[in-house]
């Protein structure tokens, strides 16, 4: 059974930063990404990084957030920097491969003011 695990969610101050990272089990992977959703709001896309590395960033997060890839590790990471309280969500690993998609099950994020 394919496992998505995601690590590095936690509790941090406004203008603080963190690190999360996904790994996963699946193989023929064609993209990974970070996606998030706030109580009461829908999901929303963060960032996405191709299997040849281009990526894609949400408006809110651009300049402050970089996602990258380490591909022998099939690990994806979101370095969140400069955060704020409406940052403030879960946090979802996706994997798509050529097959299907996974998800994580998510790493809370708190951004306190």
């Known amino acids: 059974q394919v496992q998505v695990a995601e690590s590095g969610g936690g509790l941090v101050q406004a203008g603080g930063s963190l690190r999360l990272s996904c790994a996963t089990s699946?193989?023929?992977?064609?993209?990974m990404g970070w996606y998030r959703q706030a109580p009461g709001k829908q999901r929303e896309l963060v960032a996405t990084?191709?299997?040849?590395?281009?990526?894609n960033y949400a408006d809110s997060v651009k300049g402050r957030f970089s996602i990258s890839r380490d591909n022998a590790k099939n690990t994806v990471y979101l370095q969140m920097n400069n955060l704020k309280p409406e940052d403030t969500a879960v946090y979802l690993c996706?994997?798509?491969?050529?097959?299907?998609?996974?998800w994580g099950q998510g790493t809370q994020v708190t951004v306190s003011s």
């Open positions: 699946a193989f023929s992977i064609t993209s």
């Open positions: 990084i191709m299997s040849g590395g281009s990526t």
């Open positions: 996706k994997t798509d491969t050529f097959f299907r998609t996974y």
